[in-house]
């Protein structure tokens, strides 16, 4: 549990001193208790355990020193019972079966292409996208309108269509900073329910990749080592890391949103099936097993000629069935708030890539 991160941390300073000193110096945990007074009307209202449970809970705070980045995990929050998939997954059917006016499910009638044409996968096929982010910004359009429904044939194409569209944007334009992002449903920020990822060519990283890319090097500057391997490091050594096939992935206590996973690789993913192999893995674990309908995944391409690798981030965005947002002020404002454990999802990850 996140909740006893203060005690694993002991642990390691006795058995692991070197890598104790490497999580300080890139990670501040604080822990807290929250404190609260109920009335008898709140207990007849709650119950007497919920509100017993409520009392008194334990507040575990991360911050990364380098980042900036930052969140708190309640006990509370943590012990809530798992979400009910069975209001989400009907709202989803519901969403999935209604195709009316979808411009996706017939690409070349309905959407533009790019200057150079459309790259044209198996079961993909690129778009210039009507609204763009950039200058240089398409769309990975998937065949089958379900995004939720793909198996890893299919995930490969979409990835190798998509780095096909990255190296024609880049002959045409010079640049060579790409960036794939997946808003999967509407909660993500998605304006169509159809599978699609967006495709970005940038002439300079965008500037989260670029305040990554030179905090990474102050750091080797300052310690001598790799920042993102410092810290995978540090996440493995506390059981929230795994390595395989060259490519690392853990869970995150500084995530940005609820079950964050980040897959860090030093490959083309175009190429790499075995790096492509563990995240159809992830994403099917997350849908398939956590609930996860709706999700934001990020990808920055590994470039040999800056200090961080590949970084692939995932984030559950919330229940689709649910109408309040999962982002408020202190998301936006202050630090990320989290109902649950990476400790929880990281064993559902690893059972996945395990398999």
């Keep these: 549990m996140i909740t006893h991160l203060k005690e694993y941390l002991l642990d390691l300073k006795t058995e692991q001193k070197d890598i104790y000193e490497i999580f300080n110096r890139i990670y501040d945990v604080g822990c807290g208790e929250g404190h609260l007074?109920?009335?008898e009307s709140l207990k007849e209202r709650f119950g007497i355990k919920f509100i017993e449970s409520a009392e008194n809970q334990r507040i575990i705070s991360t911050y990364n020193r380098w980042t900036g980045e930052g969140s708190l995990f309640n006990s509370m929050r943590l012990k809530k019972p798992a979400m009910d998939t069975g209001p989400a997954r009907r709202v989803l059917d519901e969403l999935i079966l209604d195709k009316?006016?979808?411009?996706?499910?017939?690409?070349?009638?309905?959407?533009p292409e790019d200057d150079f044409g459309r790259v044209v996968g198996r079961y993909s096929i690129t778009a210039s996208n009507i609204a763009k982010y950039d200058a240089w910004s398409g769309l990975l359009i998937f065949r089958k309108h379900d995004p939720l429904d793909f198996n890893l044939e299919e995930f490969s194409d979409y990835l190798i269509t998509a780095s096909e569209w990255f190296k024609m944007a880049e002959k045409s334009s010079g640049f060579h900073f790409p960036f794939l992002v997946w808003n999967c449903l509407p909660r993500a920020g998605a304006s169509q329910i159809h599978g699609h990822m967006q495709l970005l060519l940038g002439s300079k990283p965008y500037a989260r990749?670029?305040?990554?890319d030179d905090i990474s090097r102050r750091y080797r500057e300052i310690y001598g080592s790799s920042y993102h391997d410092d810290v995978f490091s540090v996440h493995h050594a506390i059981g929230l890391g795994v390595?395989?096939?060259?490519?690392?992935?853990?869970?995150?206590?500084?995530?940005?949103?609820?079950?964050?996973?980040?897959?860090?690789?030093?490959?083309?993913?175009?190429r790499d099936s075995d790096l492509q192999n563990q995240l159809?893995?992830?994403?099917?674990?997350?849908?398939?097993?956590?609930?996860?309908?709706?999700f934001n995944l990020s990808m920055h391409p590994f470039n040999a000629e800056m200090e961080i690798p590949g970084i692939i981030r995932i984030i559950d965005r919330g229940n689709v069935a649910s109408a309040s947002s999962d982002i408020g002020g202190m998301e936006l404002f202050g630090s990320s708030v989290i109902g649950s454990d990476p400790y929880i999802i990281f064993d559902r990850i690893k059972g996945a890539l395990d398999a």
């Design 100 to 111: 009316k006016r979808c411009d996706f499910c017939t690409p070349e009638l309905y959407t």
């Design 243 to 270: 390595e395989s096939e060259g490519a690392c992935t853990y869970a995150s206590i500084t995530p940005l949103k609820e079950k964050e996973i980040i897959l860090t690789f030093k490959t083309d993913f175009s």
């Design 280 to 294: 159809f893995k992830i994403l099917r674990c997350l849908i398939d097993e956590c609930g996860v309908y709706s």
């Design 209 to 212: 990749i670029a305040f990554l």
């Design 37 to 39: 007074k109920v009335s």
